[in-house]
């Protein structure tokens, strides 16, 4: 294509953190024209209704918190988690840029609070929290795309990619054309479409039932597939991250509290109940996706009136009360049928149909490791409160609530996109949700999706603004 003739250098498909991310990057390699172009009415995507917490190993963030830390460290806490199924390539490259790309962030106008979170089970902790959580991130990158001469249009909902000599050059919204030297699909997940998440996670789905509830952005509806499929791109990932539901109000709970007791079908315990929410979606995925928290009075009491039982704390929240486990809920789905309420556990059990002989050695098992401290599952003392207490209650709960998806186009180290043969789609490249690759079927930890979303909408834009058709 004669480079005078097209419409401009690099287009970018989507406005959340991958997006912004891909534009001002572009921009930053010496892209002139950069353009966003985002379906909805507003930018940001899930990116603007996330918690804004963000991982990375090497941070400016971790040295002012005085803490030690490297790639290295983080790619082997990424791939162990993950069993080293993962394509190691691309996590390197991902683990390699996250502590520049928070840098990067934090450059581009984005406040962290002073301090880190811990994002999952890591050892050294690596994430930051945005100040106005993902509000505060998205408005920040969004200004600072803007000043850097990026145009964002919205209400655009990109239909499909132009394709001229097996190389993408354009999009099309509608009848309109819009042609480029390199197109960046930052297009986010598929969590938003019922058909996609059906045709790809039958299963899952299935597992959830009417309680699945998807928390991220409506713009989620999947397109990037129908773009891959456009030009034969590689479709891999992950169903993304689920959370634990208890299918009462539509609340949004991530860690749960750690004092409750998590049963199988069978009434047996398989987890410490405080581990954080990406290994027990993965945990309670290997037992169907269904499960039943048990609980006596007690818990229920101090979770009112003693300090806050998550394991994790945010800066936003500190004093965080469970806004399901609480009395009032409670109260409500106990009438309402979802809340097992007995004498006994072995009362409750029934009422569940749990074998209550089994139920009943569970608890007296966990009593046992309560009173002397120490617990079967590994629990850490904090968490352990006898269940003594009656009334004893038992709720089911899903994997039910959906956070993000991880099914997409599959990349390599450079954000480019790969057919089905592992060659490169000429002028394609992707990142964030739309992308597929770096997220595993455990989600190491709070951070992780933005901070892949970061990192290769940063790669991909450079990358994109460098290339140009011969
Ligand atoms: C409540 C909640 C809390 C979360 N908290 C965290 C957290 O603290 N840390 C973390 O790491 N992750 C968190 N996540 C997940 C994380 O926010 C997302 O995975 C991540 O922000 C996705 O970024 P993205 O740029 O890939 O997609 P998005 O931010 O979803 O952006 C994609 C954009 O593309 C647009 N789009 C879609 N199709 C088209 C089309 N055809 N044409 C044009 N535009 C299109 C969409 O409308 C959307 O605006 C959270 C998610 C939720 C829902």
């Not at 750690?258 to 979606?281: H, K, M, N, T």
């Amino acid at each position: 294509m004669d480079d005078s003739t097209v419409d401009v250098d690099v287009l970018v498909i989507g406005s959340g953190v991958a997006g912004l991310s891909a534009a001002l990057s572009a921009r930053e390699a010496g892209a002139e024209r950069v353009v966003v172009l985002e379906a909805e009415r507003v930018v940001g995507g899930s990116t603007r209704l996330s918690t804004g917490i963000v991982m990375g190993a090497g941070s400016r963030a971790q040295s002012r918190a005085g803490v030690e830390d490297d790639a290295d460290a983080y790619y082997n806490d990424y791939m162990n988690a993950n069993e080293w199924r993962l394509p190691g390539g691309v996590v390197r490259a991902m683990t390699a840029a996250s502590g520049e790309t928070l840098d990067w962030i934090e450059d581009h106008g984005v406040r962290y609070h002073p301090g880190l979170v811990r994002g999952g089970s890591e050892n050294t902790p690596r994430c930051v929290a945005v100040v106005g959580g993902g509000e505060g991130l998205v408005a920040a990158l969004h200004r600072a795309a803007r000043d850097a001469g990026v145009d964002i249009v919205l209400d655009q909902r990109v239909t499909r990619l132009l394709v001229r000599d097996e190389r993408v050059c354009g999009v099309a919204v509608g009848d309109q054309v819009i042609t480029a030297d390199a197109v960046v699909v930052a297009s986010g997940g598929i969590g938003a479409s019922r058909e996609r998440l059906e045709q790809c996670f039958p299963e899952q789905m299935a597992e959830a039932g009417s309680w699945h509830w998807y928390i991220g952005s409506d713009g989620a509806r999947g397109d990037h597939l129908a773009f891959a499929e456009q030009v034969g791109a590689d479709i891999t990932g992950v169903v993304g991250l689920r959370l634990l539901h208890p299918g009462f109000a539509q609340t949004l709970e991530s860690y749960i509290p750690g004092w409750q007791v998590l049963v199988d079908r069978e009434g047996r315990r398989f987890v410490d109940e405080s581990a954080p929410y990406g290994i027990l979606d993965r945990a309670l995925g290997a037992h169907g996706g269904r499960a039943f928290f048990v609980f006596d009075r007690q818990a229920v009491d101090e979770e009112l009136t003693g300090t806050s039982a998550y394991r994790q704390t945010y800066p936003e929240d500190p004093d965080r009360r469970s806004p399901n486990w609480n009395p009032a809920m409670i109260a409500e789905q106990v009438e309402a049928g979802r809340i097992a309420r007995g004498d006994t556990v072995e009362e409750v059990a029934t009422a569940l149909g749990i074998d209550p002989v089994a139920l009943s050695d569970t608890v007296r098992h966990y009593n046992e490791g309560a009173d002397r401290g120490v617990d079967r599952w590994g629990k850490g003392p904090a968490y352990l409160r006898p269940l003594l207490h009656p009334p004893f209650h038992g709720a089911e709960v899903r994997l039910a609530t959906l956070c993000w998806t991880g099914t997409g186009l599959r990349i390599d180290d450079r954000a480019r996109v790969l057919d089905g043969r592992g060659d490169v789609v000429p002028g394609l490249w992707a990142a964030g949700e739309s992308s597929g690759g770096p997220m595993g079927e455990v989600y190491v930890g709070s951070g992780g999706s933005i901070a892949n979303g970061a990192i290769f909408g940063r790669i991909a834009g450079r990358e994109a603004a460098r290339a140009r058709p011969r």
